[in-house]
């Protein structure tokens, strides 16, 4: 019986052993390499969904922590530019002794398939999503022609 105890604990010191060759290999690979600014700058933009409903476009945006008076949006045509910066402050009188969520902006542009209507656009800030209704121009909307 002690015989094949040795055999385990014998298997158990070489895989240990391999284990502690490949961390010396690759043990600092993750830590030493950067990470790519596209990646970055990937996470700091908000995740938008743009959908045609026929005669309008919606647009929604995740901006959690954001209040309506720090977004900016600006529609000319069919370019569509959401923009907002948050800024975290302690209260006044108060210590920061943690900072996690610091100061972050983001700016995001599309460019829609169809003019839009600026003089219609809706946009509404509810439960960290961005809400925008965006109207096509009337020379974008299709026109249903009867044959006579």
Do not use: C
């Not at 298997?11 to 600014?37: C, E, H, K, V």
């Not at 996470?43 to 309506?68: C, I, Q, R, Y």
């Not at 809706?122 to 960290?128: I, P």
Request: negative net charge; hydrophobic residues 40%.
């Amino acid at each position: 019986m002690w015989s094949k105890l040795s055999d385990i604990d014998r298997m158990f010191n070489a895989m240990n052993l391999l284990q502690s060759r490949m961390d010396n290999i690759f043990g600092d690979y993750s830590t030493s390499r950067p990470i790519p600014a596209a990646w970055i700058a990937a996470e700091s933009m908000p995740k938008t969904n743009l959908s045609d409903l026929g005669d309008h476009f919606e647009v929604v945006a995740e901006v959690p922590g954001f209040a309506k008076e720090s977004l900016n949006i600006k529609i000319q045509g069919n370019y569509l530019e959401i923009s907002g910066t948050y800024e975290k402050d302690a209260p006044e009188g108060y210590a920061v002794h943690r900072v996690e969520r610091g100061t972050t902006s983001f700016n995001r542009s599309f460019t829609l398939p169809s003019d839009v209507d600026p003089e219609k656009v809706e946009a509404a800030l509810k439960n960290g999503l961005l809400e925008l209704t965006l109207p096509k121009a009337e020379a974008a909307k299709p026109k249903q022609i009867t044959v006579k």
